[in-house]
């Protein structure tokens, strides 16, 4: 059973436009849960984070969105660019508890010119 | 070199051979990771090695043995592989076990014949 779930497997977005990445989670012992960043060829690069005790993190474009009660993120790309395209991982994890990382499977963003 | 590395980066293998996979990080982390990645799943927690000492495997099958002889090296030693074994095989490392941020190698494409 998936406890971290992005049910969009891909999203297109014009470039200048906001794109809204969006991932679910099962396990209410996740504390802690991170974005990734991956192109082709290359390991996943960490992104942005968010703990339990925020509901909003930014960084630059990027902004991270934590609603507790509907155990759903979501990643805030604005405004989107070209470079931006890639595949991008939601992961969680509960720090106090196993420690593991538990990732979904990814989202392809395509940001057009 | 800088951050995370893998060697080699595509690997061709039959199901009699014995190969092995490598990872150093240059990172001065303690924690090492062996994930894998199989088409349309998340990444899967392999092994996870903290301070030199194995503290998880995730129920993976002996003919993958990790090796550990120092904190920015980390192998993965293969033999008789099955062709459903093909996979991306990413390492990452982190500062400790349980730290949320990980990162990553880019990964050896592996294929079995």
């Known amino acids: 059973d998936q406890q971290v779930k992005q049910n969009s497997p891909s999203l297109s977005v014009q470039e200048g436009r906001i794109s809204i990445l969006n991932c679910d989670y099962t396990?209410?012992?996740?504390?802690?849960f991170l974005w990734y960043k991956k192109y082709p060829a290359e390991g996943p690069t960490f992104l942005i984070s968010i703990s339990s005790i925020k509901d909003k993190n930014e960084d630059g474009r990027f902004t991270v969105f934590l609603n507790k009660s509907a155990k759903h993120l979501s990643l805030h790309i604005v405004p989107s660019q070209p470079g931006d395209s890639a595949v991008y991982f939601c992961a969680a994890t509960s720090q106090g508890g196993s420690e593991k990382l538990v990732f979904g499977k990814g989202t392809k963003l395509t940001v057009n010119p | 070199e800088t951050g995370v590395t893998q060697t080699p980066r595509h690997l061709v293998m039959g199901m009699t051979n014995k190969k092995s996979l490598k990872c150093e990080q240059h990172l001065g982390h303690n924690a090492m990771y062996w994930y894998k990645q199989s088409a349309k799943k998340p990444l899967e927690l392999m092994f996870v090695y903290n301070f030199k000492e194995q503290t998880e495997n995730n129920s993976v099958p002996s003919r993958f043995s990790p090796e550990c002889p120092n904190s920015s090296h980390l192998f993965l030693h293969l033999h008789t592989l099955q062709p459903e074994d093909s996979a991306l095989y990413l390492c990452?490392?982190?500062?400790?076990?349980?730290?949320?941020?990980?990162?990553f190698g880019p990964g050896t494409r592996l294929t079995v014949t």
């Open positions: 990452a490392s982190s500062p400790r076990r349980g730290a949320g941020e990980q990162y």
């Open positions: 396990n209410s012992m996740f504390d802690y």
